[in-house]
């Protein structure tokens, strides 16, 4: 009997093939919900096909996770990010980043660096057509493969956690007009360090560039002013 209300349970927190709360999770970093937007659980209930239960378990899970807030007597909401959060985030990225970059220029193969040397290709190709979100998805991939290639399983835990809360930030700093002729080449150096199998260059390399979107946060967030006539 136990056994069948565990499973019952278990089935209740799982959307499709996915986990309720990597569905969740997923809708809150990808933007589908804005920052300070209200979870109603009988709202996500229905969304996710989830009971009201199961749906306020994984709000209590994000929310230790850093992504959902709540609060007493009104519920949970997404958790906004501030401007100096954003950089204290970004600071701990430059750090265990930077330490993946080095461990992954160690045990990188030669189909890792192919692997690498093509992505860095269409990089260059996407800023080159002005492929703003081709490039923004280039990005990822890139930051991804180097976190996958250093084999640090507990830095890429804590990372994927900081990029679930940051999420905004980067969106708008990679929107950002003449960022990516800003980052290629600082991406391009990644790249080549890595395919140098050096780790002191790899992991300087990473560094120079994270601190670059440390020092862009700021102009990417200040309000823009508003232009007449809709010009």
């Known amino acids: 009997m136990a056994a069948s209300r565990d499973a019952a349970q278990q089935a209740e927190q799982t959307v499709g093939p996915a986990p309720l709360v990597d569905a969740i999770r ?41 992504l959902v807030e709540r609060i007493q007597n009104r519920g949970a909401r997404v958790r906004a990010v501030s401007l100096d959060e954003a950089v204290e985030i970004t600071e701990v990225r430059m750090s265990l980043e930077g330490l993946c970059a080095a461990k992954a220029a160690e045990r990188a193969t030669e189909d890792d660096r192919r692997a690498l040397r093509e992505i860095g290709r269409k990089m260059q190709d ?7 979100l081709g490039y923004s998805d280039l990005n990822r991939q890139l930051h991804a493969l180097v ?10 835990d804590v990372l994927e956690r900081l990029r679930g809360q940051n999420v905004r ?15 290629l080449p600082q991406h391009l150096d990644i790249i080549e360090a890595l395919c140098a199998a050096d780790p002191e260059a790899a992991e300087a390399a990473m560094r120079r560039h994270l601190r670059s979107v440390i020092d862009a946060l700021p102009e990417v967030e200040r309000p823009q002013p508003r232009r007449v006539g809709g010009a």
């Open 26 to 66: 997923d809708a809150i970093t990808s933007g589908d919900f804005a920052p300070n937007q209200r979870l109603v659980e009988a709202e996500l209930s229905e969304q996710f096909g989830a009971s009201r239960a199961a749906v306020r378990n994984v709000l209590v899970q994000l929310a230790g996770e850093g």
């Open 126 to 132: 996407a800023v080159a057509t002005g492929d703003v």
């Open 147 to 156: 976190l996958a290639l250093s084999g640090q399983r507990t830095a890429c």
């Open 169 to 183: 930030h980067q969106f708008r700093l990679a929107m950002h007009p003449g960022r990516p002729h800003i980052s």
